[in-house]
T-cell receptor, first 110, second 114 residues
Framework: GENVEQHPSTLSVQEGDSAVIKCTYSDSASNYFPWYKQELGKRPQLIIDIRSNVGEKKDQRIAVTLNKTAKHFSLHITETQPEDSAVYFCAALPDYKLSFGAGTTVTVRA | SAVISQKPSRDICQRGTSLTIQCQVDSQVTMMFWYRQQPGQSLTLIATANQGSEATYESGFVIDKFPISRPNLTFSTLTVSNMSPEDSSIYLC???????????FGSGTRLTVV
């Protein structure tokens, strides 16, 4: 099955700085890569996703890049704000089941 | 995107008992998924539920422990049977909304077994 590795496990950034989270996947059949944000006590929320026919996608302060050859994809958050503090999960979809990374706890320091 | 409601939102149960969690979607969906999220951990897929067929369980999860029903295209239940403290987790249902909204999660059920 698909194996998704996510780094770092924790990330502390100063407000206004950028945050980068990286994920690798193992199954070359994976063609869909979503990112979820989970605030404490809440459900995971899809914040951005990318499909295998696209190398980069941007939505305001967040962007995702995908390198299919190297089997890795990254989440970039620019101009971080306190409300960006949360746990972020990457995932990959080789068939119809999402496989999740272990998560990254992002803390934005004021 | 779809509105996914789960009941109960939380419960505290005695070991050895069973709890049934309901997941209701406001639109028809082909596949529904049940996940477990242990404290501080990632999401682990328990099973995929399709209408009219047996659920497909992932490695490490069995039907006797986690029976699932899928009577129609908008509803599913997950039962956690013969509970032990190790079953204390958040249980989430999820649906595939296709290319526009991706995979959406329900509000979750926080289960504590004492």
């Amino acid at each position: 099955g698909e194996n998704v590795e996510q780094h770092p496990s924790t990330l502390s950034v100063q407000e206004g700085d950028s945050a980068v989270i990286k994920c690798t996947y193992s199954d070359s059949a994976s063609n869909y890569f979503p990112w979820y944000k989970q605030e404490l006590g809440k459900r995971p929320q899809l914040i951005i996703d990318i499909r295998s026919n696209v190398g980069e996608k941007k939505d305001q302060r967040i962007a995702v890049t995908l390198n299919k050859t190297a089997k890795h994809f990254s989440l970039h958050i620019t101009e971080t704000q306190p409300e960006d503090s949360a746990v972020y999960f990457c995932a990959a979809l080789p068939d119809y089941k999402l496989s999740f990374g272990a998560g990254t706890t992002v803390t934005v320091r004021a | 995107s779809a509105v996914i409601s789960q009941k109960p939102s939380r419960d505290i149960c005695q070991r050895g008992t069973s709890l049934t969690i309901q997941c209701q979607v406001d639109s028809q969906v082909t596949m529904m998924f049940w996940y477990r999220q242990q404290p501080g951990q990632s999401l682990t897929l328990i099973a995929t539920a399709n209408q009219g067929s047996e659920a497909t369980y992932e490695s490490g999860f069995v039907i006797d422990k986690f029976p699932i029903s899928r009577p129609n295209l908008t509803f599913s239940t997950l039962t956690v049977s013969n509970m032990s403290p190790e079953d204390s987790s958040i249980y989430l249902c999820s649906v595939d909304e296709g290319s526009r909204y991706g995979y959406t999660f329900g509000s979750g059920t926080r289960l504590t077994v004492v």
